[in-house]
C-alpha cells in the first residue's frame, strides 16, 4: 500500500506561485502515473497535471502554460510549480499515483490553495 502525502499548500495573492510536493512512501518507479487533481466547493474532483513515465505530461486547459508538473525519482516525489496563481485556482489539491499492472490507485490526503487578495 503506497502512502503519498502532500505538502506546499497556503494561502498567496493572485499572480503569485506556489509548489506542491507529493511524497510517497516506496520508490515511485512502482507507480507508473502520478497526477494532481483538486476539487473546489461544491465542483467535482478534476485533473490538474499528470506525468507518465519521467517526461510524458498532460495538463487541464486551464492551467497550461502556468503549472508544470514534474518527478524526482531519486527522491520518490513528484511537484506541481503553480504561477500566475488565479483566484479561481482555489482548491484542494489531491496527489495521485496509478500502477497500471495492478489496477491500485492511491491518493493523499489533500493540500489546500487559496488565491485571494
Known amino acids: 500500500q503506497v502512502q503519498l502525502v502532500e505538502s506546499g499548500g497556503g494561502v498567496v495573492q493572485p499572480g503569485g506561485s506556489l509548489r506542491l510536493s507529493c511524497a510517497a512512501s516506496e520508490n515511485i518507479f512502482s507507480i507508473d502515473r502520478m497526477g494532481w487533481y483538486r476539487q473546489a466547493p461544491g465542483k467535482e474532483r478534476q485533473l490538474v497535471a499528470r506525468i507518465l513515465g519521467d517526461t510524458s505530461t498532460t495538463y487541464a486547459d486551464s492551467v497550461k502554460g502556468r503549472f508544470t508538473i514534474s518527478r524526482d525519482n531519486a527522491k520518490n516525489t513528484v511537484y506541481l510549480q503553480m504561477n500566475s496563481l488565479k483566484p479561481e485556482d482555489t482548491a484542494i489539491y489531491y496527489c495521485?499515483?496509478?500502477?497500471?499492472?495492478?489496477?491500485?490507485?492511491?491518493w493523499g490526503q489533500g493540500t489546500q490553495v487559496t488565491v485571494s487578495s
Open positions: 495521485n499515483g496509478e500502477q497500471f499492472a495492478s489496477g491500485h490507485e492511491y
